[in-house]
């Protein structure tokens, strides 16, 4: 069972003016495709080509968790965007003020910890196994599922993700970025 690039759920150009064309047909239609090329290869003849994304990514490790982590992080990144976005729901919203003191507090901490990211990496909103959410940060591939917590939302903080639309400037891509969260997407993985 060979891994699959999904379909974006809006259209290239969709994101705009906060995340450009341009971004999308090389971060989507490069980056993350090839990381789905890439797996592909690495998983024929093991005993990965009959596992899920989600169990690859908990068992995998080296140059196949690498890429099997950035196919599940991207997937994950897109369906966090929404060109259409709305406010947080009751639900998300009081799990945020319990949690972080607010809304902006929330974005505040996850826009720090994004920023402070050294190097290439996620920073993310999760929930933790007890339950509580958390704000964390991952180097490279790095994915909270392999550490028990359960993504809510995810920054790709890489340089692909921003360096055309915003040169070296990762805290103005952070500012746009707030623009097209898809709190819907938070509040189901809230569940
Ligand atoms: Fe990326």
Known sequence: MAFTLPELPYARDALEPHMSRETLEFHYGKHH???VDTANKLIAGT??????????????SGKLFNNVAQIWNHNFFWEGLTPSQTAPGKKLADALVKQFGG???????????????????????????????????????????TGGD??????DVWEHAYYID???????YLEHYWALVNWAFVEKNLG
């Open 33 to 35: 495709k090839t990381y």
């Open 47 to 60: 005993e990965f080509e009959n596992t899920t994304l989600d169990e690859a990514v908990k068992k995998a």
């Open 103 to 145: 809304i902006d507090d929330f974005k505040k901490l996850m826009t720090e910890t994004a920023i402070g990211t050294f190097g290439s990496g996620w920073a993310w909103l999760v929930k933790k196994p007890d339950g509580t959410l958390a704000v964390s940060s991952t180097s490279n591939a790095g994915n909270p599922l």
């Open 150 to 155: 359960k993504p809510l939302l995810t920054v």
């Open 166 to 172: 915003y040169r070296n400037a990762r805290a103005t």
